[in-house]
């Protein structure tokens, strides 16, 4: 594989908003029952790839294999082996299926800039797993698939309301925006971090932003 280039927060901010802007989806939309992203139909409708399912735990037996994508084929695959974690964790599903996604968006299709393309061999697949450290690629993807199921104006606009409206923030607000945009806790705390709306520590105390938790004020 060709050396992956460089993406800023910036500019994936900018990829994610051109494809939901060209969907119709209202990134800047005041209303709750607007947030979820519709990730499936963006990958079947806006870009033409199948979603199926079949067990694909082959692809690495030392690990566990939650998706794949197939560009020759144009189809992302879901591991049947999951489906009953998917069906638990609605959260867990939507973020495999942007996180393969964005695979599609930035290292195989060459719509968005070729500069930010990796060519590939129509043979490669991508295949989403977990890792202890994570190559750059799947770092991207899973920027892309952030950017792209929290929309940078509805979520800030979103976090802005809670702490107009909330003297103590807890788990249980976070929780409830989680599950407002349909993502897990984990992929909201690091949409938060890179935002800077809201810092989580070390010891799960909620801060204002990173600077506040330096100085140990939190909510």
Not at 129 to 145: C, G, L, T
Not at 174 to 195: E, G, P
């Amino acid at each position: 594989m060709a050396k992956v280039p460089f993406i800023s927060l910036e500019q994936m901010e900018a990829i994610t908003e051109k494809i939901l802007m060209q969907y119709g989806f209202p990134i800047d939309s005041s209303d709750s029952s607007s947030i979820e992203v519709p990730v499936d139909e963006i990958i079947e409708f806006h870009f033409g790839l199948d979603i199926e399912w079949d067990v694909i735990d082959h692809f690495d037996p030392s690990g566990l294999v939650m998706a794949a994508i197939f560009p020759r084929k144009r189809k992302i695959v879901m591991n049947e082996s999951c489906r009953d974690l998917f069906e638990e964790k609605i959260g867990t599903m939507h973020f495999t299926m942007a996180h393969e996604l964005g695979h599609w968006v930035l290292h195989v299709d060459d719509e968005f800039d070729d500069q930010l393309s990796i060519s590939i061999e129509d043979e490669e697949i991508y295949y989403c797993r977990s890792f202890s450290k994570k190559p750059p690629e799947e770092v991207q993807a899973d920027m892309f698939a952030g950017c792209l199921l929290m929309p940078k104006p509805i979520f800030i606009q979103t976090i802005n309301d809670l702490k107009e409206n909330t003297n103590k923030i807890t788990f249980r607000h976070l929780y409830k925006i989680a599950d407002m945009f349909k993502v897990t806790i984990s992929a909201l705390k690091v949409r938060l971090h890179s935002l800077n709306l809201l810092y989580i520590d070390d010891k799960g105390r909620i801060h204002n932003s990173r600077e506040d938790s330096d100085g140990q004020l939190s909510f």
